[in-house]
């Protein structure tokens, strides 16, 4: 059979890369180890790791070294992320 002319689109390129950064993780039951933050102090990503009370998830902006506390109500919080103000 004789090759047709055809009009395979080539697709040398990746295409745009995806720069956002994807949510942390999904909800999962029961078990929530840190807390994604968003320092605007410094405009950088950060995360907050649980206490070992698992009362409040602590951390500290990556630049400034400004230190957070999201304390975990007794509902716990439901936002997976936080902004720093
Ligand atoms: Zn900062």
Known sequence: MAHGPGLRKRLDH????????RAEGR???GRRRFLGV???????YARL???????????????CGRR??????????DSRFFKAH
Request: proline fraction near 9%; charged fraction near 25%; glycine fraction near 14%.
């Open 14 to 21: 990746p295409g745009p890369r995806r720069l956002s950064k």
């Open 38 to 44: 968003h320092f605007e102090c410094c405009n950088v």
């Open 68 to 77: 957070l506390e999201v304390k975990i109500g007794s509902g716990g919080t």
């Open 27 to 29: 909800p999962v039951a």
């Open 49 to 63: 790791y649980i206490n070992k009370e698992k009362t409040a998830y602590q951390g500290g902006c990556p630049r």
